[in-house]
């Protein structure tokens, strides 16, 4: 395998990138945001991830999101420490702050929101963005 000299990671090295803005989870209901599926016999590294919603567009101070859980999900397993959270920690349009979560093998990354408020639906529209990179696992041959 042919791995950069300077940096470590492998010349055969990919990015993801993937994102949406939808409408709001209903009461009970879940929308994935964001998902990728890495190829198989590849690994990966999550970098970033970002989060939308209108309340905090208008107005940066309402980072509560209360009634709504966050997840990361690798083939539906919420990835630690992002296992569920219910507020703005990298918010969409600003650079946040890296990750590296380690993606194993022909994963399926998910960024999910569910709205579990049976009172009020809060928010009106929800986005988020995930960003990593991909490279072939040496562990499968060539």
């Given at each position: 395998?042919?791995?950069?000299q ?15 803005i ?37 107005n ?42 380690r ?40």
């Amino acid at each position: 395998m042919n791995i950069c000299q300077i940096c470590g990671v492998p010349q055969d090295a990919g990015f993801f990138d993937e994102s949406s803005i939808h409408d709001a989870p209903a009461f009970g209901e879940e929308v994935i945001l964001a998902s990728y599926r890495l190829h198989r016999n590849y690994c990966g590294l999550l970098m970033y991830f970002a989060q939308f919603t209108d309340v905090y567009a208008a107005n940066p101070v309402e980072v509560q999101t209360p009634g709504y859980q966050w997840q990361i999900r690798c083939d539906g397993q919420p990835r630690d420490p992002y296992l569920t959270f219910s507020h703005i920690i990298n918010p969409w349009g600003l650079s946040g702050f890296p990750v590296a979560l380690r993606l194993e093998e022909g994963c399926l990354l998910e960024f999910a929101i569910r709205n579990v408020n049976d009172r009020q639906q809060i928010l009106k529209k929800v986005g988020g963005r995930l960003l990593g990179r991909i490279w072939y696992n040496t562990a499968y041959g060539g």
